[in-house]
């Protein structure tokens, strides 16, 4: 009986122990330490590289793809679909600055730049003069 005791009274003190070990100001301060850092682009962030730009050397038809695609193939939202010249013609004839234009800055159901901010003006009109030359 002594025995189990002595191993009660032990173990209550190693518990102790370590939950003062656990509330020490170096246990809380490693466990509300943040796990990372933000680095802004244009700032020295310990030689992280760059950010790819965001076409990243993609073609027109990868961008179409990856940003368009889904309304311009299937109409959707009234888009008017990739290659469908009757559609295409009366926008192709308000000239390419106004196609570039409701495609940087949003028409209709389209928001600005389909959506993809990401996208620099220069892929968006990649991407329309995709579209315009499979659509004539």
């Given at each position: 009986?002594?025995?189990?005791?002595?191993?009660?009274?032990?173990?209550?003190?190693?518990?102790?122990?370590?939950?003062?070990?656990?509330?020490?100001?170096?246990?809380?301060?490693?466990?509300?330490?943040?796990?990372?850092?933000?680095?802004?682009?244009?700032?020295?962030?310990?030689?992280?590289?760059?950010?790819?730009?965001?076409?990243?050397?993609?073609?027109p038809e990868d961008l179409f793809n990856a940003s368009c695609s889904a309304c311009h193939n299937t109409g959707a939202a009234g888009a008017p679909k990739k290659g469908d010249a009757?559609?295409?013609?009366?926008?192709?004839?308000?000239?390419?600055?106004t196609l570039y234009s409701h495609a940087i800055n949003g028409f209709n159901a389209m928001p600005p730049k389909g959506g993809n901010a990401s996208l620099s003006d220069d892929d968006v009109k990649s991407i329309v003069d995709y579209i315009v030359d499979s659509s004539k």
């Amino acid at each position: 009986m002594i025995a189990g005791v002595m191993g009660v009274l032990m173990g209550a003190a190693l518990s102790t122990s370590v939950q003062a070990a656990n509330m020490s100001k170096e246990a809380i301060a490693e466990r509300l330490k943040p796990v990372g850092d933000v680095c802004l682009q244009g700032q020295d962030c310990g030689g992280a590289a760059p950010a790819p730009a965001a076409g990243g050397g993609k073609s027109p038809e990868d961008l179409f793809n990856a940003s368009c695609s889904a309304c311009h193939n299937t109409g959707a939202a009234g888009a008017p679909k990739k290659g469908d010249a009757g559609a295409w013609g009366p926008r192709i004839a308000q000239g390419m600055d106004t196609l570039y234009s409701h495609a940087i800055n949003g028409f209709n159901a389209m928001p600005p730049k389909g959506g993809n901010a990401s996208l620099s003006d220069d892929d968006v009109k990649s991407i329309v003069d995709y579209i315009v030359d499979s659509s004539k």
